[in-house]
């Protein structure tokens, strides 16, 4: 390692304990923002509270990281920003790369389901279960 930075060797017993822990915080960060989904029959009214969701939490996030480390009050919300901000840009990076790909291949036209056998989104009918 790099003693110029401060940084220790890693010790590998913890890998798969610190493994498992990135693999919670990832699972439990990607659940949040879809919550409002699964309570909130109005597709785009639970489009506004996952974005007012992902806003609190992104905020709250980066303050909360700021406080343990043990940085002074400025520099806290100076995180909650810059974590606000690196989440837009993925935000915003995703969708571009989502719409650029749509835009370069072909879609096929949608269906109208029929009375009764639909069942979600990719299930036309319920036979198919």
């Known amino acids: ?64 990281k700021a406080v343990i480390t043990g940085c002074n009050s400025r520099d806290r919300w100076v995180s909650a920003a810059q974590t606000l901000a690196v989440g837009v840009l993925a935000t915003g990076t995703s969708y571009g790369i989502v719409r650029g790909i749509n835009a370069t291949t072909p879609q096929d036209k949608p269906q109208t389901p029929t009375e009764g056998t639909f069942v979600g989104p990719g299930l036309e009918k319920a036979s198919m279960l």
Do not use: N
Request: aromatic share 14%; charged share 15%.
């Open 1 to 64: 390692m790099d003693f110029k930075l401060r940084l220790e060797k890693p010790d590998h017993r913890f890998a798969l304990y610190e493994g498992l822990v990135m693999s919670l915080a990832y699972t439990l960060g990607g659940l949040i923002p879809m919550v409002p989904y699964f309570v909130i029959k109005k597709t785009l009214t639970a489009l506004y509270v996952s974005i007012a969701t992902t806003v609190i939490v992104l905020v709250a996030f980066g303050y909360v």
